[in-house]
């Protein structure tokens, strides 16, 4: 199992979806960024302000990351982690 480090702290997390379809969300908005190793296989997606992960009970989480896109880019693909 590969893992990365990073600092992040949880935005939102999304816990499913209601009757009517929509999607159950609780803000959190940590203050602190942590230091986590984070298994690449949870990580969904990446943008400028995010990474989304999966967690358990089939919710996926927001984690707003402590650099810049381009530094995590970087990092993953020197890893050979990244496709482009």
């Given at each position: 199992m590969k893992?990365?480090?990073l600092e992040v702290?949880?935005?939102?997390i999304?816990?499913?979806?209601?009757?009517?379809?929509?999607e159950i969300i609780e803000n959190i908005a940590d203050e602190v960024f942590v230091k986590k190793l984070i298994s690449i296989d949870?990580?969904?997606s990446i943008s400028e302000e995010y990474v989304l992960v999966t967690s358990s009970h089939a919710r996926v989480m927001y984690w707003e990351?402590?650099?810049?896109?381009?530094?995590l880019t970087k990092?993953?693909?020197s890893a050979g982690?990244?496709?482009v």
């Open positions: 893992f990365i480090e702290k949880t935005a939102f999304v816990h499913g979806f209601d009757e009517n379809n929509k949870r990580i969904q990351y402590n650099c810049s896109m381009e530094e990092r993953l693909k982690l990244l496709i």
